[in-house]
């Protein structure tokens, strides 16, 4: 989905930034950490990095030892935002932010899109972090996610194409690996996005 | 990316040390670091590096794979603008391994 956002931008003036949440990483990926990686990218532009920079003098000179704080940083993701034409803010795998650190994190974004209505939020997760999304986002686009039948094809054919012992895969259970696999996962994973099935041929 | 951009200012190269704080108390400091590295790193604003998870999923996902996703309206809807604020947050749910990570 990134990669079209790059290629279809076109002549337009698009900033895209990404995070992935991981629960290994869960107690570095505060809101603030989050939020100052997003920055980071916006950064790759002339006009953030110098505002950026003046900003972190500003702080330096004015706040001592207290430090950066989430609010001083959402202030500069906001000034960043409004300084470019549009952005678009990629955010994966939600639910793996610990709840403290995803309620801050929502609640920045909503605030940085209350100063910028043009930014662009893009966010996946699991069914249950609906709830929190919704909580900020009562406006929200939503798009069920689950394995299409080509998808898994696609997968199982490139997983086939790339196998170190070829000779020990006979015609008919390849066709049946084709055939069946694709059948019984999609029928498994539609209509059950609560069920915790692990869908693992689009790992 | 444009690396001429990250070009660092000479003036106030004051020091080379960073010390960015852990989760527990959600404060960067900003006394013992410098304003002047290049984005790629960076460190007074995250010591989190998400280009290089978005590099390890591009090189995993397979060209082809989840391209439906790109042709839904509420793709196309969110991505044009047009919807302003009510259609700016685009919310895709589903089951762990269901594949949300590598939508085309």
Redesign the interface.
């Known amino acids: 989905m990134i990669d079209d956002l790059y290629d279809e931008r076109g002549e337009e003036d698009t900033t895209i930034a990404m995070f992935y949440c991981d629960f290994r990483d869960q107690q570095a990926q505060t809101a603030i950490n989050i939020i100052g990686a997003i920055l980071k990218q916006l950064a790759v532009r002339c006009e953030v990095l110098e505002h950026l920079r003046s900003t972190f003098q500003k702080a330096k000179r004015e706040v001592g030892s207290r430090g950066l704080r989430l609010p001083d940083m959402v202030q500069m993701l906001k000034q960043a935002v409004v300084a470019l034409p549009r952005v678009f803010i990629c955010i994966d795998a939600l639910d793996e932010c610990l709840p403290k650190h995803l309620l801050e994190l929502l609640r920045s974004l909503k605030d940085i899109l209350g100063a910028a209505p043009r930014t662009r939020i893009f966010l996946t997760g699991r069914p249950q972090v609906e709830a929190e999304v919704t909580r900020d986002f009562a406006a929200r686009l939503m798009v069920p996610i689950s394995p299409r039948r080509h998808d898994i094809k696609r997968y199982l054919e490139n997983k086939l194409e790339m196998d170190p012992e070829p000779m020990a895969m006979s015609d008919g259970l390849r066709v049946d690996i084709l055939t069946f696999i694709p059948e019984r996962i999609s029928e498994m994973c539609v209509g059950a996005s609560a069920v915790p099935i692990q869908c693992m041929v689009l790992h | 990316?444009?690396q001429a951009?990250?070009a660092h200012?000479t003036d106030?190269a004051s020091t080379n040390s960073y010390n960015v704080?852990?989760?527990h108390n959600?404060?960067?400091?900003?006394?013992n670091i410098t304003?002047?590295e290049g984005?790629e790193n960076?460190l007074?604003?995250?010591?989190?590096?998400?280009?290089r998870?978005?590099q390890d999923?591009?090189i995993d996902r397979?060209d082809?794979?989840?391209n439906?996703?790109?042709e839904?309206n509420?793709?196309r809807?969110?991505?044009s603008?047009e919807g302003?604020?009510?259609?700016?947050?685009?919310?895709?749910?589903?089951?762990?391994?269901?594949?949300?990570?590598?939508?085309?």
């Open positions: 990316m444009d951009v990250y200012s106030n704080t852990n989760s959600n404060v960067i400091n900003v006394n304003p002047d984005p960076m007074w604003l995250s010591p989190l590096d998400p280009v998870r978005h999923v591009r397979l082809g794979v989840g439906w996703f790109l839904t509420e793709f809807e969110w991505r603008g302003g604020a009510d259609k700016a947050v685009l919310f895709c749910y589903g089951s762990p391994g269901a594949g949300k990570t590598y939508l085309r």
